[in-house]
């Protein structure tokens, strides 16, 4: 008899997002006649910049004729992105991180859903309340999880992220393993202060812990003393393993491509208490299940980089910081009160009552889609999140739609 992973059958179907769908197509068929604004995707809208695409299209042609073409290339990269990558994210900001480190991958989500499996079933994690969803629910597939109870998973150390803390939750009280953090931080577009992270490493290299931190939207930083990598942190290569995007920078959501770094240096320990490499692990685990991203995609991302590339990056994030600029300030004069959208494209706003309600609230007399808070997490009732990723016309419309109603 073939059964199941049973743990599966503890993970909670996920209806946040189909659940603002269903609300959203009822609202249209009462309203035919309104017109709806989405600013409730974690997605870009914006098309990709143009040095990528000459790279991408170059490519292309390579692949057309015998002397160019490739075929499996090495499942960790190719060497001419991997050196891009170290040189331009992390070298010229003062992490010592060479290309060896660098696994490209087709996803940050992938490669955060992918890592836990390096650990044993018994590990203690701790991940933050409101969370990106996936590093909860691959650790509840894995077993790392007792059932769910009153909006909680059992064994799982939940982080807060409240207005007490400034979203950048504390210390956890009790000793744990493996630790989720993500800065600037999706939901709630919070940053993390090089003090508060170093914290975090003193933690992690105190109770030889390992630090999983997510830094998809480094790009939206603009006050130059956030750490953009947590490798800028003194002793951090030896206790994190870092996840990197071309998603929300580039806009590559649809194109896929992505990277993780595990320094060499970068540790765990069996269960007699001997150090065991990470970075052998991870490359293990890497050529044995996945085979690399395209060469094209490669070569697109790697354009990321050029000259160009880079202002053309720039430029692809301040169009989307000045819709997160308008966003904050029509907010603040509304007298809600805010976190995020300054070095993130993402504004979390506290509603003052239940975050389903405010969300019915900006549908129906707005005809703005958001994202309800509570979706991500105990923590995150009472907020929805507002995101940055549209155009700069359809923003103004929804802010004053906002203002007309809130106002
Ligand atoms: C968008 C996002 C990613 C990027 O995922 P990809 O698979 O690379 O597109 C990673 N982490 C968080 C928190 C995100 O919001």
Redesign the pocket.
């Given at each position: 008899m073939i059964t199941i992973n049973e743990h599966y059958l503890k993970l909670q179907a996920s209806y946040l997002f189909s659940d603002i769908a269903q609300r959203v197509v009822s609202f249209q068929e009462k309203n035919p006649d309104r017109e709806i604004i989405r600013l409730g995707i974690?997605d870009v809208t914006k098309g990709l910049p143009k040095a990528c695409i000459e790279a991408f299209h170059r490519a292309v042609d390579e692949m057309a004729e015998d002397g160019s073409f490739r075929g499996y290339g090495p499942e960790q990269g190719y060497a001419f992105l991997r050196e891009a990558i170290a040189e331009n994210d992390f070298r010229s900001r003062g992490a010592d991180i060479t290309a060896e480190e660098i696994f490209v991958s087709d996803?940050?989500?992938?490669d955060?859903g992918n890592i836990q499996e390096l650990f044993s079933s018994d590990a203690k994690v701790a991940l933050p309340d409101p969370v990106?969803p996936v590093y909860l629910d691959t650790n509840v597939m894995a077993g790392r999880t007792k059932e769910f109870e009153g909006g909680r998973y059992g064994g799982i150390v939940y982080l807060d992220s409240t207005k007490e803390n400034n979203f950048v939750p504390d210390l956890p009280s009790e000793q744990v393993d493996l630790i989720y953090l993500?800065f600037p931080n999706?939901p709630t577009g919070s940053t993390i202060s090089k003090a508060q992270l170093k914290q975090w490493v003193e933690y992690a290299r105190d109770n030889k812990a390992l630090i999983l931190f997510?830094a998809?939207y480094e790009a939206f930083i603009r006050d130059d003393s956030l750490p953009k990598s947590i490798y800028e942190i003194d002793g951090a290569k030896e206790v994190a393993i870092e996840?990197r995007?071309f998603?929300?920078n580039a806009g590559f959501?649809g194109t896929r491509c992505?990277y993780t770094v595990v320094p060499k240096e970068c540790r765990a320990y069996d269960s007699q208490g001997n150090r065991q490499d990470l970075h052998f692990l991870w490359n293990r685990r890497h050529c044995t299940k996945f085979n690399g991203v395209s060469y094209p995609v490669q070569r697109a991302a790697e354009a990321v980089y050029s000259q160009d590339g880079k202002k053309q990056v720039r430029d692809l994030v301040g169009y989307y910081m000045r819709n997160a600029d308008l966003i904050r300030k029509e907010i603040a004069a509304l007298g809600y009160s805010y976190v995020g959208g300054e070095n993130s494209p993402y504004i979390w706003i506290e509603g003052g009552q239940d975050s389903w309600q405010f969300f019915d609230m900006l549908l129906d007399k707005a005809g703005v889609v958001c994202t309800p808070g509570a979706g991500f997490g105990k923590c995150g009732q009472g907020y929805i999140r507002i995101s940055a990723f549209n155009s700069y016309e359809n923003v103004q419309k929804a802010m004053e739609r906002i203002r007309a109603v809130l106002g």
């Open positions: 974690g996803g940050a989500k992938c955060t990106y993500c999706n997510d998809a996840f995007s998603s929300k959501t992505a």
